[in-house]
T-cell receptor
């Protein structure tokens, strides 16, 4: 299987709180897990990624965790701001050049 | 310049008519991809070119064609559009190999009537 499941589909948080998005994948050979942010009218942009030789990566208020045993990875946004409101997509590279995307999470950060 | 460009941004097509979408990048990337995205669904890979080699997904094999006349350009061709083709079409490129980052274009919104 090559599906990537992403939850939740909609996430509402208060400004300053943290937000977490979870994804699971099926192909145990997956080795690369990017996260994309898409703002209205814009193209998806890579915000952070993690490879299978790591369990945790952090950059600029973003943390990604990877649990290869559970085939699960997650994005955590600390201290959310209204500018973080967007659509977020997780993805998993399943082999070769193919990247399979999750269905997306709409994050809404209210002031 | 990490820009991927797509033309047109919006396309209105009639059922049964052909559609040709264009993507370009100047990053000298080996790999170019086409995805179809419908509301509340994940971007679905349709096909990709690695250099001159075209790889099409099994379930969309007969519905979409593509050409890559040079490293910078890649087209997506629908021979006979159906209503179910209405979607956003996203082009992306990546360097290939271990350089896995995909850079996306702004998309072409196709509406078939």
């Amino acid at each position: 299987g090559e599906q990537v499941e992403q939850l939740p589909s909609i996430l509402r948080v208060q400004e300053g709180s943290s937000a977490s998005i979870n994804c699971t994948y099926e192909n145990s050979a997956s080795n690369y897990f990017p996260w994309y942010k898409q703002e209205p009218g814009e193209n998806p942009k890579l915000i952070i990624d993690i490879r299978s030789n790591m369990e945790r990566k952090q950059t600029q208020g973003l943390i990604v965790l990877l649990d290869k045993k559970a085939k699960r990875f997650s994005l955590h946004i600390t201290d959310t701001q209204p500018g973080d409101s967007a659509m977020y997509f997780c993805a998993a590279r399943t082999g070769g050049y193919k990247v399979v995307f999750g269905s997306g999470t709409r994050l809404l950060v209210s002031p | 310049d990490t820009t991927v460009k797509q033309n047109p941004r919006y396309k209105l097509a009639r059922v049964g008519k052909p559609v040709n979408l264009i993507c370009s990048q100047t990053m000298n990337h080996d790999t170019m991809y086409w995805y179809q995205k419908k509301p509340n669904q994940a971007p679905k890979l349709l096909l990709f070119y690695y250099d001159k080699i075209l790889n099409r997904e099994a379930d969309t094999f007969e519905k979409f064609q593509s050409s890559r006349p040079n490293n910078s350009f890649c087209s997506l061709y629908i021979g006979s559009a159906g209503l179910e083709y209405s979607a956003m079409y996203l082009c992306a490129s990546s360097r290939g190999g271990n350089q896995d980052t995909q850079y996306f274009g702004p998309g072409t919104r196709l509406l078939v009537l």
